[in-house]
C-alpha cells in the first residue's frame, strides 16, 4: 500500500503561481505513471497533467503553457508548478500513480484563484 498526500494547495490571485507537492509513503515514482486530477465545484474530474515512466509529459489543453508536472530525483515526490493561474483553475487538485493493476489517489488539495 502507498500514501499519497499532496500539499501547496491555497488562495491566489489571477496570474498568480502555486506549486503543488505530492508526497509518496515510499519511492515510486520514476517508477508508476503519475497524473495530476482535479475536480472543478459542481464538475467532475478531469486529467490535467501526467508523467510517465519514460519520463513523457502530456498536458491538457487548458493548462499547455502554464502548469509543468515534474519529479524529485529520488522519486519520492512529484510536483505541479502551476503559472498565470485563472478562477476557471480554480479546483481540488489530486495526485494519481498507477501502474498495472495498482493505482493510489491522494485526498487533494484546494486551489483558488479569485480576484
Known amino acids: 500500500q502507498v500514501e499519497l498526500v499532496e500539499s501547496g494547495g491555497g488562495s491566489v490571485q489571477p496570474g498568480g503561481s502555486l506549486r503543488l507537492s505530492c508526497s509518496a509513503s515510499?519511492?515510486?515514482?520514476?517508477?508508476?505513471?503519475t497524473e495530476w486530477h482535479r475536480r472543478a465545484p459542481g464538475g467532475i474530474r478531469v486529467l490535467v497533467a501526467s508523467?510517465?515512466?519514460?519520463?513523457?509529459?502530456t498536458y491538457a489543453d487548458s493548462v499547455k503553457g502554464r502548469f509543468t508536472i515534474s519529479k524529485d530525483d529520488a522519486g519520492n515526490t512529484i510536483y505541479l508548478q502551476m503559472n498565470n493561474l485563472k478562477p476557471d483553475d480554480t479546483a481540488i487538485y489530486y495526485c494519481?500513480?498507477?501502474?498495472?493493476?495498482?493505482?493510489?489517489w491522494g485526498q487533494g488539495t484546494q486551489v483558488t484563484v479569485s480576484s
Open positions: 494519481y500513480a498507477h501502474l498495472g493493476a495498482s493505482n493510489y
Open positions: 508523467l510517465e515512466n519514460t519520463g513523457r509529459t
Open positions: 515510499r519511492t515510486i515514482f520514476g517508477i508508476y505513471h
